[in-house]
Each structure stands twice: as structure tokens, then as C-alpha cells.
């Protein structure tokens, strides 16, 4: 959709998270993204979180 990397990454807090994003949070990884990181980096890194992980398990989903 041709997100600047600060809409890209706010729709992953929403997407994988399920909420808004954190100053921090947003800082971190839209900074990333800045000096080079690709955005399947930072995709990765929210479907790896520990966030992820526990919204998977208290849906009974066993992540691989």
C-alpha cells in the first residue's frame, strides 16, 4: 500500500498485537526501518515477538 515506514509499523502493532503502538516501541523499529532494516525484517520481528507469542497461546495456537 506504499506506507511511509511509520504507518507500516504502526499496522503491524495493530495487525500482530492488537493495539496501538507505544512511543518507544514505534521509535525503535521505525528507526530500524531508517537506517536500512527491511520491512520483512521488522515483519519477522513482530510475528516472533513474545507479545505475539502469548496472544497465540491464549487462543490454544502452538507457534512452530
Known sequence: K???????VKQLYLSFIGREYDAAGLADWVGRLNRGAS????????AGSQEF????????IVRG
Open 39 to 46: 520491512r520483512e525484517d521488522v515483519f519477522n520481528g513482530f
Open 2 to 8: 506504499n506506507y511511509s515506514n511509520t504507518a507500516y
Open 53 to 60: 507469542t502469548r496472544i497465540c497461546q491464549s487462543y490454544g
